[in-house]
């Protein structure tokens, strides 16, 4: 049992595909209109296939009221961070606090060495990450003042412009699988956004990386609440295909969720699929049903 | 008047900006520019805009700094190009067309919109607003009217006249030409912009229907020597430079009629910008057919005046051995028309070297017979391309005349080469064309087998037709070509090695022999009579296909120049050979003295006793290339 108490959010994960080229805000506004609590895009710069992530975002924020938008997750190499933390926090005010910051440090490491971005080791990338999350940090935090100067193994700032947070801190979420990265998650962020599909060993590998994250919080001097766990299922669907996680109708998708936000802590549940009917009926029926059996079993 | 409104994030947030683009709006501006990024991220700002505006066009100036990894305010160039195509496509109209100019003109309270419009020159005049205020304030100007196109020209918005390009004298377009010319901001720009395989930008695109507008188009040219020039009938250019960026395209596309001189010697006159594939189903209800290409999209001007190198060469010899007389626009805008008797040294030169001497304005060929021929497409797997290439050679060079076989060929995929071989056989019996073609089925693994009975458009049939949206070919095309004189047992080791590495994308060898050889190698400026292949390899690598291709010269002599985009000045000598290359520098000196025509294998004018010389300039590129 590991319930961290995080209140639910329920939200889609869509393919930023250019072609047809309001495939990602029309399935925006189907998240919305089935009251979904947020909509994801992956980021992956350099697929041609795809539309960029960021300007993506911007414009679905743009065109909808209520829902909030996130990259999932966003590819730090190739957006260094005193931008991505500007852009963050002017899509944030522009849209009355609806912004989610998700980072990775990167995958596909040829794919961003052809788009031009640096190519790091795995254990580099690490560290680059929690560098450019403290920068993105200070670069929102309101009460500093004057000019940001940075000095780091993998970046420098002289001179730079903070940008200030208008609504409130923006959460910082994390993709992360390995023990390094989880460690980070734990110590750093504000959240961990990892794909079940991609996590090893199934439930017991996931009960594994949480109490990663969990020690690498402690370690750190925060509770392992600070932390919300997150979950993005790329094969979820209503009828049985025998794939993924999410497979076969509500009611079993119903029990699932609901197993794993009290016995594994995830709060999060966003799914992929791109199929309209699939998130409307995620947010119109499985999402209430999931947060009533689990406020039922919290009280 | 079109008018514009900066809005700088370097003095307010994003909210008050995104406000001020509203007012801008419901003020009738239609531009709205975001720079700065000290309280705001620009480019957000200005896709924000789009997100909850109707009409107003965003633009965000350009960061030329190149990236820094470690600049952590750095940004990818390659994913703010990819930002820029994702707001055009999701907003699209909403943004400011990439080569649109703008001024920043700082008008005050009683400026006039002719003073603002003098300080913006040629760009749209954008004015700093701080307030609502500042905004509504501009109403005057914004209802001032635009200035009257010049009389008889087509009347063009603001927003294209900013797309102009620099060096372009676009009032001086001669009248007949103004209708149809196309600049950047025309609709139909995009369509006319890139060629099948090159991707362009032209400053300009003229576009003549007959001889006398060639010869206003040239004259044009000939003013405009600092910018690129390209001539274009039907696009496929791959030597030949057909668009540029900034440049001038002279296209004779429109200039695509056929018509039956004289049924009896089988007479046809074709205008150049006419395709293969449309030159083939005018000939078939006569009975008759003209060797081209192997690509039924290739134009007629661009083929014609090069060589043509095609399915019927063995049997009926090169498209160029069928041409009677070319008539062509010279660069002081003279016509001329050349044969045998007619301007005999034109004729020669146009033969092979056609682009450095004119425009060419009309072809008269004498077709050949050609009814019911086999057409064979074959797919084999091979796992020894050392071996299918050594045996091709020898089989197709073998063959009877009436048989030619093209091979193809590319990267291997899990140590398997796919070769297609395309083949005609000129002979109406289904049995001999088996018989013709079954040697070659085992240079492989047969995988897919096509063969027909069928005229000669059914070759030609292969290329789509170009729609309305004109040819969308990008980047720039790096190709190599050589002739082979014979398929040797090494040559064939050597390019197995060179297709055994990804740099090859697409490796064709053309059978040549039997007809093509009956010429004599001086009767025009294609002298290459003798190979029995051409080889064309293309790669995305300019640098290292170079270096491979070298490492094959030993095998080479001479090369074809339509499939070459190597520069470098020892290739004019590959595809003319010495005393060829000096009878062209002589002609050229006489009827292109100052190198107007040189988008394509550009041939240095001989220097001219100083009593001609005509100017300074072609003296230095004669000595830079000599
Ligand atoms: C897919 C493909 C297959 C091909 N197959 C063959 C083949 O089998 N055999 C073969 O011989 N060639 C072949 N070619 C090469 C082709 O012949 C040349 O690229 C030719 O120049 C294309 O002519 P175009 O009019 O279509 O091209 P354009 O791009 O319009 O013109 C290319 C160049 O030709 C010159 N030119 C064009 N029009 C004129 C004119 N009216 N007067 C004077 N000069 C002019 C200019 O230098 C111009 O830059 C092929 C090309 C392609 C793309």
Redesign the pocket.
């Known amino acids: 049992m590991n319930d961290y108490g995080h209140d639910l959010l329920f939200g889609s994960f869509v393919t930023p595909v250019a072609q047809p080229a309001q495939h990602g805000v029309d399935l925006a506004l189907v998240s919305e209109q089935a009251g979904l609590d947020l909509v994801t895009f992956q980021d992956h710069p350099y697929q041609p296939s795809f539309h960029d992530t960021s300007t993506l975002l911007t414009y679905v924020a743009s065109r909808t009221q209520k829902i909030a938008v996130s990259g999932n997750v966003t590819s730090l190499p190739l957006r260094p961070p005193l931008g991505l933390a500007r852009a963050a926090a002017t899509v944030d005010r522009l849209s009355g606090g609806r912004f989610r910051l998700g980072i990775g440090a990167g995958a596909f490491w040829d794919g961003i060495a052809r788009m031009g971005g640096r190519k790091l080791t795995p254990a580099q990338g690490v560290a680059a990450l929690r560098e450019a999350i403290g920068i993105i940090r200070d670069a929102w935090d309101p009460d500093q003042q004057g000019p940001l100067n940075h000095e780091g193994p993998f970046y420098r700032i002289e001179d730079g412009d903070r940008t200030p947070y208008a609504h409130r801190p923006i959460p910082i979420w994390v993709g992360s699988y390995k023990p390094r990265m989880l460690a980070l998650t734990g110590a750093v962020a504000d959240g961990w956004l990892p794909s079940i599909e991609y996590i090893d060993g199934g439930l017991p590998g996931l009960a594994d990386a949480n109490h990663r994250i969990d020690d690498a919080a402690h370690e750190a001097g925060r509770e392992p609440a600070a932390v919300r766990r997150l979950m993005n299922f790329m094969r979820a669907s209503l009828v049985p295909t025998g794939q993924g996680f999410l497979d076969g109708p509500p009611e079993v998708w119903i029990d699932r969720l609901t197993m794993l936000a009290l016995e594994h802590g995830i709060s999060t549940f966003l799914i992929g699929g791109d199929d309209p009917t699939t998130l409307t009926r995620f947010g119109t029926e499985i999402a209430p049903a999931v947060r009533e059996n689990v406020a039922h079993a919290r009280r | 008047m079109e008018i514009g409104v900066l809005l700088n994030a370097d003095s307010a947030e994003a909210d008050e900006l995104v406000a001020l683009a509203q007012v801008a709006e419901d003020n009738g501006i239609g531009i709205a520019v975001v720079t700065g990024n000290r309280h705001a991220d620009a480019w957000v700002v200005a896709t924000w805009i789009t997100g909850v505006t109707d009409r107003i066009r965003v633009s965000v100036p350009p960061r030329d700094e190149p990236f820094d990894p470690a600049g952590a305010d750095s940004a990818v160039p390659a994913v703010l190009a990819k930002a820029v195509a994702t707001l055009a496509a999701l907003a699209p109209e909403r943004t400011l067309p990439p080569g649109a100019r703008w001024t920043v003109v700082d008008a005050d309270a009683d400026a006039d919109a002719g003073s603002v419009r003098d300080a913006a020159g040629a760009g749209i005049p954008v004015v700093p607003v701080h307030t609502a205020g500042d905004v509504t304030r501009l109403r005057p100007l914004v209802a001032a009217p635009e200035p009257e196109a010049p009389a008889g020209r087509p009347h063009r918005s603001a927003l294209a006249l900013a797309q102009r390009m620099p060096g372009i004298a676009y009032d001086a377009v001669p009248a007949g030409l103004a209708a149809r010319a196309v600049e950047p901001g025309d609709p139909e720009h995009r369509a006319v912009a890139s ?3 090159r991707g362009g930008n032209p400053g300009l695109v003229l576009r003549p229907r007959t001889v006398a507008e060639v010869a206003d188009a040239i004259a044009f040219a000939r003013d405009h020597r600092d910018i690129p020039f ?14 540029s960026r900034g440049g001038l395209v002279i ?3 429109a200039m695509d009629s056929l018509e039956v001189l004289d049924r009896s010697r089988r007479l046809v006159r074709i205008g ?2 006419r ?1 293969w594939k449309r030159v083939a189903q005018s000939l078939v209800s006569h009975g008759w057919a003209l060797g ?4 039924g ?7 014609a ?7 019927l060469s063995r049997k009926h010899g ?2 160029i051995d069928r041409l009677r007389a070319v008539e ?1 626009v010279l660069a002081d805008g003279t016509p001329v028309r050349a044969s045998d008797t007619e301007n005999p040294d034109v004729f020669w030169a146009v033969r092979g070297a ?2 450095n ?5 009309a072809f008269e060929f004498e077709t050949s017979v050609v009814g019911q021929v086999g057409w064979a497409q074959l797919t084999l797997v091979s796992t020894d391309i050392e071996e299918s290439l050594y045996r091709y050679g020898q089989i197709a060079s073998e063959a009877p005349t009436d048989t030619t076989v ?1 091979l193809v060929t590319g990267r291997a995929r899990q140590g398997q080469w796919v070769v297609s071989l395309f083949a005609v056989v000129d002979h109406p019996d289904p049995d001999t064309v088996i018989a013709r073609l079954t040697p070659f089925l085992d240079l492989g693994q047969l995988a897919r087998q096509q063969v027909v009975m069928t005229a000669y458009p059914g070759v030609m049939a292969n290329a789509v037709d170009i729609g309305p949206d004109g040819q969308q070919g990008f980047g720039e095309p790096v190709s190599r070509s050589a002739f082979i004189p014979e398929l040797t047992r090494q040559f064939a080791h050597e390019a197995a090695e060179l297709l055994s590495s990804d740099l090859v994308y697409f490796f064709e060898l ?1 059978a040549m022999g039997g007809a093509i050889t009956e010429v004599p190698s001086d009767a025009m400026a294609f002298s290459h009579r003798s190979p029995l292949f051409q080889a064309t390899a293309m790669s995305s690598s300019d640098d290292l296909l170079s270096a491979e291709w070298d490492r094959l010269r030993p095998h080479f002599d001479g090369l ?1 120049l ?2 070459e985009t190597d520069r470098r000045p020892e290739r004019l000598l590959d595809a003319f050979p010495g005393p060829v290359l000096e009878r062209l520098r002589r002609l050229k000196a006489e009827y292109d003295p100052t190198n107007l ?1 040189r ?2 294998f550009t041939i240095p004018p001989a220097e001219l006793p100083v009593s001609t010389m005509a100017g300074g300039e072609q003296t230095f590129e004669t000595e830079k290339a000599a």
């Open positions: 060629t099948y395989l390209g001539v274009r009938s039907a696009g496929h250019g791959i030597s030949g430079r057909s668009t296209s004779v596309g150049p910008g395709t081209s290409g192997d690509y999209g290739v134009g007629v001007g661009g083929l005046t090069a060589g043509g190198i095609g399915l090169l498209t062509l056609g682009a001497f004119g425009i060419a304005t093209f053309r074809y339509s499939f025509f988008d394509n």
